[in-house]
């Protein structure tokens, strides 16, 4: 990869990989015109990066989060049409003589005023589930709704991380603490601003499918996938690491959450039992077993408490009590890697995993 393409980065994201990962295995494993998926899709870096490299690809996420997201990279709309609708959404809300209040003391401050008075004109205004430039627009909006504003204008809350929302009573201690005030930003400019910067290189000719729903209804939810996908790259939820709905409430709200966090929204993002675990995922390879090709690879990127040795037994014996009837085994000896340091761990030590695997999986 010699150019980091700019969607890439679109909405920063907890327990992310990075496209060269997923870059390396759609080489290793596929050839142009085969299909990928991600039942784990998150910020749809499998897919963004498999359509880059002429590969049609699809995923699907619980997250509402993740699916506009990845939704928004995977088939996104003319630059010329974002321009034009944040243009409208602009004019409109400058139109609009009342405004209504934050919806608690949090929002006060961790958002200037006019800045909040603008998210939730747009949180009202955007039909990000069933229009494809309100989708961009909301996943810009996610991508600068919160972070290190201090450091770049294209942040619109009082300092926070870019891959999570901490909590509320949190970030104001920490905020009371360092006497910090929520920067004044027009949401508009930054859209703006940051649509332009998206748009830098052209996007993907193919376009990608995203489904908001359980990775293990996947084979329901993609029926023509059938029989055809040749690689699976993700990375499922880790063993008792993070609940990706509390991490998101605030990307959440915009979406039309709740305007607190939520624990256990999504009942298996922090499953802290082993044998819950790994009938979890025995549940999610059945899933996706429907769709796989006669030959096929599945790719896993994993952290947490568990050892490698034990990561490596429990994924077999899953793949193989899901894909029963067929042949499931290590293609390659898994590998293990230092998680280098995490933006989060600046807000929340000690949040990140210390080590990832990546195991290789045949299946025929």
């Known amino acids: ?40 899709c998150g910020r749809g870096t499998t897919i963004f990066q498999s359509l880059l490299m002429d590969r049609p690809s699809a995923g699907i996420d619980i997250n509402p989060v993740a699916a506009c997201v990845a939704g928004a990279k995977s088939d996104p709309p003319s630059l010329v049409s974002i321009l034009q609708r944040i243009e409208e959404l602009e004019r409109t809300f400058s139109r609009r003589k009342m405004h209504p209040q934050a919806p608690n003391w949090f929002f006060e401050r961790c958002f200037h005023l006019r800045t909040l008075q603008q998210l939730m004109f747009l949180r009202e205004q955007l039909e990000w589930r069933r229009n494809r430039v309100d989708r961009f627009v909301a996943a810009l909006t996610l991508g600068a709704l919160h972070g290190e504003s201090h450091r770049s204008e294209r942040y619109l809350s009082n300092r926070m991380p870019r891959t999570i929302s901490t909590k509320p009573e949190y970030s104001i201690r920490w905020w009371d603490e360092r006497a910090l005030e929520p920067p004044e930003r027009d949401t508009f400019s930054v859209l703006r601003d940051l649509a332009r910067f998206r748009f830098r290189l052209e996007p993907a000719q193919l376009s990608g499918s995203i489904r908001l ?46 305007p607190s966090p939520s624990c256990r929204r999504f009942g298996d993002d922090r499953l802290t039992n082993k044998d819950a675990y790994w009938a979890f995922l025995t549940q999610v390879w059945s899933g ?42 290590l293609k390659s000896r898994p590998i293990t890697s230092e998680v280098k340091d995490r933006q989060t761990n600046i807000f929340r030590p000690g949040t990140s995993p210390s080590v990832e695997h990546d195991f290789v999986f045949a299946v025929h």
């Open 1 to 40: 990869m010699l150019v980091r393409h700019p969607l890439h980065s679109l909405c920063p994201y907890f327990a992310m990989f990075p496209e060269e990962f997923a870059e390396r295995h759609i080489l290793a494993h596929t050839r142009p015109g085969d299909v990928t998926f991600d039942p784990f």
């Open 213 to 258: 729903g359980d990775a293990r209804k996947a084979c329901k939810l993609f029926p023509r996938l059938r029989g055809i996908v040749r690689l699976i790259v993700t990375s499922p939820p880790y063993l008792d690491v993070t609940d990706y709905a509390e991490d998101q409430w605030l990307r959440l709200w915009f979406l039309g959450g709740e």
């Open 288 to 329: 996706i077993g429907p769709l796989l090709a006669p030959k096929s690879c599945i790719v896993i990127r994993i952290g947490g408490p568990l050892a490698q040795s034990e990561l490596a037994k429990g994924l077999k014996l899953t793949l193989r009590e899901a894909l029963r009837g067929r042949s499931v085994a």
